[in-house]
């Protein structure tokens, strides 16, 4: 395999255009992750791509029946109006000069599909549990910062206090340098826990930005088969360290 | 030399064909490596090629009689009506990158001696110690599950929670794409200790499953042999610690 | 994008040149980037590049309007009979080698610019409060160790004992390799809080070096204005790390 | 630069044929180091080559005078009967690959002036401090582990239990490849100190290996020098980890 192997699961992209893309990929309480698969599954999702790469984990999940998987991304179409195409997966990069890698290759596929417009959806660690959920935005003009707003975010210039970790952050900024414009909706979250209330609230207003309405109702099943899930990846990279460690020894 | 260098040990690759390949390299419990290295000694297997490469650690060994060698892989060939490769070694990758890079050559070698069957060894850590156990699966295929459930494997869906890390599980991912079937054998261990008790499970099932004989009373020999070089490695790694503390000062 | 980007600002470099380049990037007490930025904001400095890259943090920096920018380096022109080249920015490189990478790049730039002196700022972590700060120096000849020992620097044998680390110390070894001649100022500083008493102990002597005058009164509210920012930077820095722990899980 | 970098000192590279190189890089310590600047101070060596490279730490050195240089080896040539080359200098790789990296280029440059021998000197930490140290030795081949033992070296089967890491080892392996015989010394150590005692244990036995005489009082002096040096780049390491966390923040 090559550093980067996208496999297309379709036969004409040309035929998948949509201008919208969608990115949940895990991080911070999973906030991102819950809603990207959320809609997959609630609006039937079309695989349209699968990404493997160096970059990722180097190991294998083992799906329910045995059989094993590489750590990898995928890329949804959902069709409609206004259809979208979502990024999710298993992981991120697992160095730091990888996430501007793959990220790169996350733009040229969304650039391929006809992308105009990011969301970019995360959670916004806090440190204590939060009860009802702001959901904090940033994007790459201010245009779409008062659009956000509108829709029932808060902007608040003194946060998230660091910034955008990751590809929901570099989405917004290097697809601003292709003409892209991008929104980044960050769920309040403990930054401990799965956190399905947050990705309820990020959701709702995602729904108002794209004119789409979800069953928030099926998060919470979402986010139960998630949780399972995310408990074996943990282990996992437990198990990582012990390994690394008993490699030469 | 290059960042990987294979060096062969017969004159005609051509003659040495082997459908079936076997990978136990130091990992958990260091199951596999012990399995592997007890095939190689009992059924003497002829090296065929070695393995050396920058993604290993920067280190030598030394043997009995005061001689270095550079940590390596090792590839041996059993003949016999389905002979076997035995894909052993001093250690495995020390980046999560370079884990891709060397699986990608393991397959390379596989396929030029034209394997169609991988079976990959290894120790799922469990944390306490385990007096009877069990011999967990995973594979590229439902069909191939099964098999290894009818050799005796336990299947549980949930374990082990954290995939299958390094060579072992990427083995059989990546070499699916490249349509060469695998079986993963994880036998329960501690995951403290070398652990020839795990090695026997997995070393009984893999019997079944290749057609093949051992005879499990030297494996615990092979053990005390492996345990002697694998304290020896451990503290190497503890040394190198200390050493890059102390290279610039 | 490219390993690294830069972006001209100007329509045509050829009309900024400048003999000297001051760098001023983040580093122990935020020393060197106060003073930069001072520099460029009393002396409305004209950006004229900015340099992106892999090498950087793998995030983005929000704006006080909810803005997204990359983590990035700035390169400002300030016109007199000297004119001036300022370096300053978001941050340093991330990896070991990065820093060798970028610092070539920095060179490059300065000798399109026409630079042959470049001073490079930074702090002297001690691990005490300091309150009246020495101002230490190297340079690449002993000329011009004379030169800042007389206008103000301590020259002292055995400090800082650890060398020159990061940009400040590779620019003006390598700058030397080709023909700038370079001189670095290192205020002493506790090396855990931002510092302006150190940076306007080291403006003082710049001042007398490149024979320029600047406002130490507006040195405060700089100083002010950054701590905010660096608040910021800390916190993300700390999301990162429990980021990268829950990217698999 | 190019992220290796080797500046001859010398018109005539051709004119300096030399049968033995002698390397004593940083390392546990600083046993290899020692002997190596104490060979060159004494017998005078000729600085023949400087390397300076990417994978060494980024930062520089700062001289007696004030003056700066980047962390870079040395070679040396010493005239004789049996002219030596000595390699030793400021550093070795930060990173694994970057160890198998600059082996390479280490081996290229021997091969250049002729080099047929490699002695390898370094430190075997023990953890306890040692009023007699031994000198433990390994090489590529069991004749030259005779030649060391007959020159009073301890060969010892189960010592170093971590074989030896760095360019001390992958220079007799991979220089073996190329058909360069080698022997590594390496002298007990506690480990935590710089250790002269250890050094002269190394340099007696080195003498009699390579039939020079060399002034042992002198080398404590030489080890005095050196510890002071240490000492800077000890603290150097630490101010790079509190600046590494500061870059941003």
Partial sequence: ???????????????????????????????????????????EGVLVAEIISHHFPPQVMIDREGTVHLPKNEVYYIPGDQPLLILTGDCQSVSPEGHYVMTGHYLDLAMEFGVTR????????????????????????????????????????????????????????????????GIALLGETSGYLVDPISARA????????????????????????????LEKLKESEADRERDDLSYIG
Same sequence: chains 1, 2, 3, 4.
């Fill in 202 to 229: 990020v959701i709702t207003i995602l729904s108002k930005l794209i004119g789409r309405d979800f069953d928030p109702a099926r998060l919470q099943e979402t986010a139960e088969e998630l949780e399972g899930a």
């Fill in 118 to 181: 990011i969301y970019t959806l995360g959670g916004y660690g806090v440190g204590h549990l939060v009860e009802t959920p702001r959901v904090l935005c940033a994007a790459d003009q201010t245009e779409l910062v008062t659009l956000a707003v509108e829709a029932g975010c808060v902007f608040s210039p003194d946060e998230p206090p660091g910034g955008i970790i990751g590809a929901a952050g570099l989405l917004i900024a290097l697809g601003s340098l292709r003409g892209i414009g």
């Fill in 1 to 43: 395999m090559d550093r980067v192997t996208i496999t297309y699961k379709i036969d004409n992209p040309a035929e998948y255009t949509a201008p919208i893309m969608i990115e949940g990929l895990p991080g911070v309480g999973h906030v991102g992750k819950l809603v990207a698969d959320h809609i997959v599954d609630e609006l």
